[in-house]
T-cell receptor, first 114, second 115 residues
């Protein structure tokens, strides 16, 4: 157990809807990174949040957005859902934003877009 | 980030050592090698990381060659629960942050432990 929790575990949405996924970081961690894992692929980096600010983004459109709260928990919001957004969404927390800070993953949220 | 190459799959017998190879011939001087594993549909689990020296923890050992162009993850006594996809990742040069500190996952190696 990493102490990183995510909710909900699963959800189903229809194309065009909006979704919010939540992540609680491990105690003592101030950085959250989000990843998307399509079926059969490795996780792909979406963005990182550090001290409540976006601290780097991967190759994802602006309809993917996020928040980080003062307790370092985080949300991932996806607007105008597309079928290709169906994936496992993973968050990882770390002690800091550096490449020397180990990232610990939560169990993920499985999103299905119909 | 340096690219890694792993064979697509391997198997080993339960109770035997599993040696998982990784090639990272373009690694830079201060880039770390990280290993994660992912059991079906769960979040990736951190295993171990290293820079130059061999590392050992309660889960595994990491052997990095002297020229740092390859490494081997060793599970000393594989069990059925070790069946998973194992990812070898070279992480951005410190002190990178943000997108430059991301984990870049390839396809990994599927380890199957047989009874």
């Amino acid at each position: 157990e990493t102490g990183v929790t995510q909710s909900p575990t699963h959800l189903i949405k229809t194309r065009g809807q909006q979704v919010t996924l939540r992540c609680s970081s491990q105690s003592g961690h101030n950085t959250v990174s989000w990843y998307q894992q399509a079926l059969g692929q490795g996780p792909q980096f979406i963005f990182q949040y550090y001290r409540e600010e976006e601290n780097g983004r991967g190759n994802f459109p602006p309809r993917f957005s996020g928040l980080q709260f003062p307790n370092y928990s985080s949300e991932l919001n996806v607007n105008a859902l597309e079928l290709d957004d169906s994936a496992l969404y993973l968050c990882a927390s770390s002690r800091g934003p550096s490449s020397t800070d180990t990232q610990y993953f939560g169990p993920g949220t499985r999103l299905t877009v119909l | 980030d340096a690219k890694t190459t792993q064979p697509p799959s391997m198997d080993c017998a339960e109770g035997r050592a599993a040696n998982l190879p990784c090639n990272h011939s373009t690694i830079s001087g201060n880039e770390y090698v990280y290993w994660y594993r992912q059991i079906h549909s769960q979040g990736p689990q951190y295993i171990i990381h290293g820079l130059k020296n061999n590392e050992t923890n309660e889960m595994a050992s990491l052997i990095i060659t002297e020229d740092r162009k390859s490494s081997t993850l060793i599970l000393p006594h594989a069990t059925l629960r070790d069946t998973a996809v194992y990812y070898c990742i070279v992480r951005g040069l410190p002190p990178s942050t943000g997108a430059n500190s991301k984990l870049t996952f390839g396809k990994g190696i599927t380890l199957s432990v047989r009874p």
